[in-house]
């Protein structure tokens, strides 16, 4: 069975950072891409980040370019997700998922997904 858990959601000021972890279990993890979604109050969920098998590829929405990175760590079965200078408007539940083959930014593409943390962004 298949497990993603979140991690690092909190409180932060407008400017602020927060780093997210997401540890995996369940799944031979260096072999599969990873995302990060994020849904806000009252809106559909939505792309944030995402990161090849190798870590080598990543692609952001255009929104968090410049402020956030995601990374993984294979050894630790752990996916991150750095965001600096954040803002109100990122203020959502944050999800990480598990991707099988297929176009990243889309959320169809991931079969496991976390339970989410919650980011409140204080201005």
């Known amino acids: 069975q298949v497990q993603l858990v979140e991690s690092g959601g909190g409180l932060v000021q407008a400017g602020g950072s927060l780093r997210l972890s997401c540890a995996a279990s369940?799944?031979?993890?260096?072999?599969?891409?990873m995302g990060w979604f994020r849904q806000a109050p009252g809106k559909e969920r939505e792309f944030v980040a995402t990161i090849n098998w190798s870590g080598g590829n990543t692609y952001y929405t255009n929104s968090v370019k410049g402020r956030f990175t995601i990374s993984r760590d294979n050894a630790k079965n752990t996916v991150y997700l750095q965001m600096n200078s954040l803002k109100p408007e990122d203020t959502a539940v944050y999800y990480c998922a598990s991707a099988r083959p297929g176009p990243l930014r889309i959320e169809s593409t991931y079969d496991y997904w976390g339970q989410g943390t919650r980011v409140t962004v204080s201005s």
């Open positions: 369940g799944r031979t993890f260096s072999s599969y891409a």
